[in-house]
Each structure stands twice: as structure tokens, then as C-alpha cells.
Nanobody, 123 residues
Framework: VQLQASGGGLVQAGGSLRLSCAAS????????MAWFRQAPGREREFVAD????????YYADSVEGRFTISRNNAKNTAYLQMNSLKPEDTAVYFC?????????????????WGQGTQVTVSS
């Protein structure tokens, strides 16, 4: 299984970005997907997850109402739409595949990770 994250970049505060995570190998539609992020000097933190069917989603309090996670099982791709970006959203964003149908708040709930894509929000 390989996960390829893309879509990061430099954006001004208040702007938007859409991250994509393309999966290859395995059966994408059988597993939950998630996005985590890691800022310099900080631990990796949960951002959002989506169940295998897409019917259930969960968000960190810090991004609730601004970010939207989605997936297209026909395209083996997960997305993170990020709106109203803030400087504190600056981090490397990682996508991850869950161990089963439902996601987890903890990194240990995922066994495959993408390489990360840098998101920088300027003030």
C-alpha cells in the first residue's frame, strides 16, 4: 500500500487549500482514512478522519467548521478541504489509512502513512 499526499503550499491567512491523498495497492474502500499534521517541535496531531463508507467523519476541535474531509472510493483518493486557514494551521500534513472501517484519534490506529505535504499559512 502506498499513499501519496499532495496539494500543500503557501497561502495567506483566510485562504483555502485542498489536499489529496491517492492510494495504491490494497482495497481502499475497506478502510478508514485520516489526516494528521505535525508542526516543528510538536507531536503529530489528529486533524480529521472518515469511515470506510464516508458516512462518518470526525474533526479536531481546532479545525471543526473550517476543514472538511471526504473520499472518493472509485478514485482511491481522500481529500481535505481547508478553508479560513490560520497561521497556526502551518504544518506538514500526513494522510493515513486505518486498521479497519472506523478511524481513530491516535496515530497507532493507522498502519500506512503518506509522505506528508507542507502547508504554510502566512499572516
Amino acid at each position: 500500500v502506498q499513499l501519496q499526499a499532495s496539494g500543500g503550499g503557501l497561502v495567506q491567512a483566510g485562504g483555502s487549500l485542498r489536499l489529496s491523498c491517492a492510494a495504491s495497492g490494497g482495497t481502499f474502500s475497506n478502510y478508514a482514512m485520516a489526516w494528521f499534521r505535525q508542526a516543528p517541535g510538536r507531536e503529530r496531531e489528529f486533524v480529521a478522519d472518515i469511515s470506510w463508507s464516508g458516512r462518518s467523519t470526525y474533526y479536531a476541535d481546532s479545525v471543526e467548521g473550517r476543514f472538511t474531509i471526504s473520499r472518493n472510493n472509485a478514485k482511491n483518493t481522500a481529500y481535505l478541504q481547508m478553508n479560513s486557514l490560520k497561521p497556526e494551521d502551518t504544518a506538514v500534513y500526513f494522510c493515513a489509512r486505518g486498521l479497519g472501517h472506523s478511524g481513530s484519534y491516535y496515530p497507532s490506529g493507522y498502519n500506512y502513512w503518506g509522505q506528508g505535504t507542507q502547508v504554510t499559512v502566512s499572516s
